[in-house]
């Protein structure tokens, strides 16, 4: 997370008035009056994290990837810790393109030869981050370590994706791909543009994109395809129009109303991208950047979705996308595979049986 990301963070906390009395990672994050290196907070994060694991005396500790003070206060006391990866493995196998980069796995030797020529620039920057990371765990009265990805446990790494959407590799004795973890907080139910069209939800990032380019493109790009069109905007501009064959509202329950569409588009968000696959649901993503990039060519790698460069984004590239999700029959099969899978396989229990192990030794 930036700086940046972590002052508008403060900054929207302020305004809606939330109180985190019971996160004590809120405390230490950068403040304009307090500045602090990432490794800064982090170690000053564990210091306090330190306490609680202290007078919680976990059997565990399993933290978020980006979250290393739970993981590094819980080794301080002795306690097994895991580490859950809530998206697809940053660990690339060998021959890839950089994650997050938006290339797919190579197809032939002479790509895998090409990605290869990005190494030297990749091994810097783990090697910058594992220096970094171990003069925190210095500070703190920790021995180093010698491997990369130092955030991620060996003992235990939760990989809650889809294993359809992973690159075939030598996976870690500690690493399993459990599946999805799917969340979402309450919604009320929504009425759905009546017809016996395809269904198709736009479910852009209002985070990633607050001008709302995808929704407003998406919008006007639908209006005269043979679709039925449900839009969840959470904050609608006012200025939209809102064509007749379009329902719009603020919020949605991805779980209840997914199963209903036909296909998804989004921005690209491992959340939204998992939950809409998990449904049965085709994918048109338009990424934002960063992980989405990732997100986008693993489900075009997978065969089941369709992606559009954000710098492509328009009413007829968007058009054109849907029409060619929807006459794809292939990419519905390849959907409905991973639903399949999905209802057979319950992540969240297979998680839990994993964290029941660590605890056990």
Do not use: K
């Amino acid at each position: 997370m930036t700086l940046q990301t972590w002052r508008r963070w403060e900054e929207d906390v302020r305004r809606e008035g939330m109180r985190f009395a019971a996160a004590p990672e809120y405390h230490v994050f950068p403040t304009r009056e307090r500045p602090l290196t990432p490794y800064q907070a982090v170690e000053r994060a564990t210091r306090e994290t330190v306490e609680l694991v202290r007078d919680v005396a976990p059997d565990a500790v399993v933290s978020d990837i980006l979250t290393l003070a739970p993981a590094l206060a819980g080794e301080l006391e002795g306690v097994p810790v895991g580490t859950l990866i809530p998206h697809l493995d940053p660990r690339m196998p060998p021959g890839s393109a950089p994650y997050s980069c938006g290339a797919r796995l190579p197809r032939t030797r002479a790509g895998r030869v090409l990605w290869r020529g990005a190494d030297p620039l990749l091994r810097h920057g783990l090697q910058l981050g594992r220096s970094q990371l171990n003069e925190t765990r210095r500070r703190l009265g920790l021995p180093a370590l010698e491997r990369d990805h130092g955030g991620i446990s060996e003992r235990l790494a939760l990989v809650a994706t889809f294993p359809q959407l992973e690159y075939p590799r030598s996976w870690p004795a500690g690493a399993h791909v459990v599946g999805p973890l799917i969340w979402e907080p309450p919604a009320p139910d929504v009425e759905l543009p009546p017809g016996e069209d395809p269904l198709v939800l736009l479910a852009p990032s209002t985070s990633q994109d607050p001008g709302q380019t995808l929704l407003r493109a998406a919008l006007e790009g639908l209006a005269e395809l043979s679709v039925r069109v449900l839009a969840s905007a959470n904050r609608p501009p006012p200025s939209v129009c809102v064509p007749a064959n379009t329902r719009m509202v603020e919020w949605v329950s991805y779980a209840r109303t997914m199963p209903a569409c036909d296909l998804v588009v989004c921005h690209g968000g491992h959340g939204t991208v998992a939950r809409a696959l998990a449904s049965g649901c085709v994918v048109v993503i338009v990424p934002a950047g960063g992980d989405m990039n990732e997100n986008a060519a693993r489900v075009d790698w997978a065969g089941v979705g369709v992606r559009l460069p954000g710098r492509l984004v328009g009413a007829r590239a968007l058009a054109l996308a849907v029409r060619r999700a929807l006459a794809r029959p292939e990419l519905r099969a390849g959907a409905r595979g991973l639903q399949a899978w999905a209802a057979r396989h319950d992540g969240a229990a297979r998680a839990a049986d994993l964290v029941e192990a660590l605890a056990a030794g």
